[in-house]
């Protein structure tokens, strides 16, 4: 669905025949990964390589997106970049403006993905009580109301 996303997106993007930049921007999120997060704001021409393999998402669960922008909003307002490195893992690392499919030589590690993600250290200590706690009080639910309670 996010490939779909980011094709049409990125087709959607090339139309603007003015805003020859792209602005990338992550989602500045407590799980964002440090390399997305370094990009944020970072204008780069949209004809440069980085976008073959760096077009969001760029790994599990990414929720960075691209804004078109002018040449002169570029220079002004944003800093530029020219021929930054790919930060998409190996299993993003494809042109999702060319195919809404991860090619098929390519296999997802799910493993390998969630390890990139940033540890979060306050549920390291809880117990299994108390973590469930924390998913009821994150949905706002009473205990017994999730699927997983039936």
Known sequence: MQSAYAKARAKQLSTYTYKTYWVYK?????????????????????DDPFWKTSFPPNDYNCKCKVIAISEKEARTQYKILENPKS????????DKRENSQIPKETRISLDESLENLPKIHDYENLSDKELIGKVYEAFDVKKGALLVDK
């Open 26 to 46: 992550c989602a500045l999120l407590e799980d964002s990964r440090s390399e997305h997060k370094k990009m944020h704001n970072c204008a780069i021409h949209r």
């Open 87 to 94: 930060i998409a893992s190996k299993n993003f690392a494809y």
